[in-house]
C-alpha cells in the first residue's frame, strides 16, 4: 500500500489549491483516506477523512466550509479541494490510509499508511 500527496505551494491568503493524494495497493471501499497536516512546533491534526462508502468526515472545525475531499473517477487519486486559505492553513498535508472496513478516523494512530506529506504556505 502506498499513498502520494501533492499539490502544495505557496499562495496568498484567499486562494485556492487543490492537493492531491495517488493511491496504490488497496481498494478504496476497504479503506479510509484521511488528511492531516502539522504546522511547525505543533501536533499533527486531523483535517478530514472519507470513508470506504465515500462519506466524508470534518475534523477541523476552521475548515468544514471551505475544505472539500472527493475521489478521483479512476477512485485511486484523492483530492483535498482547499478555498478560501489563510495563513492558519499553513502545514505539511499528508493523506493517510486505514483498513477496518473503510471506517475513518480522526487520530493519526490509526491510520497504518501515510504519504510524504507536501507543504502548504499560506502568506497574508
Known amino acids: 500500500v502506498q499513498l502520494q500527496a501533492s499539490g502544495g505551494g505557496l499562495v496568498q491568503t484567499g486562494d485556492s489549491l487543490r492537493l492531491s493524494c495517488l493511491t496504490s495497493?488497496?481498494?478504496?471501499?476497504?479503506?479510509?483516506v484521511g488528511w492531516f497536516r502539522q504546522a511547525p512546533g505543533q501536533e499533527r491534526e486531523g483535517v478530514l477523512c472519507i470513508s470506504g462508502s465515500g462519506d466524508t468526515e470534518y475534523y477541523a472545525d476552521s475548515v468544514k466550509d471551505r475544505f472539500t475531499i472527493s475521489r478521483g473517477n479512476a477512485k485511486n487519486t484523492l483530492y483535498l479541494q482547499m478555498n478560501n486559505l489563510n495563513v492558519e492553513d499553513t502545514a505539511v498535508y499528508y493523506c493517510?490510509?486505514?483498513?477496518?472496513?473503510?471506517?475513518?478516523?480522526?487520530?493519526?494512530?490509526?491510520?497504518?499508511?501515510w504519504g510524504q506529506g507536501t507543504q502548504v504556505t499560506v502568506s497574508s
Open positions: 495497493g488497496f481498494t478504496s471501499v476497504d479503506y479510509a
Open positions: 493517510a490510509g486505514r483498513s477496518t472496513s473503510g471506517f475513518c478516523s480522526s487520530r493519526a494512530s490509526r491510520y497504518t499508511y
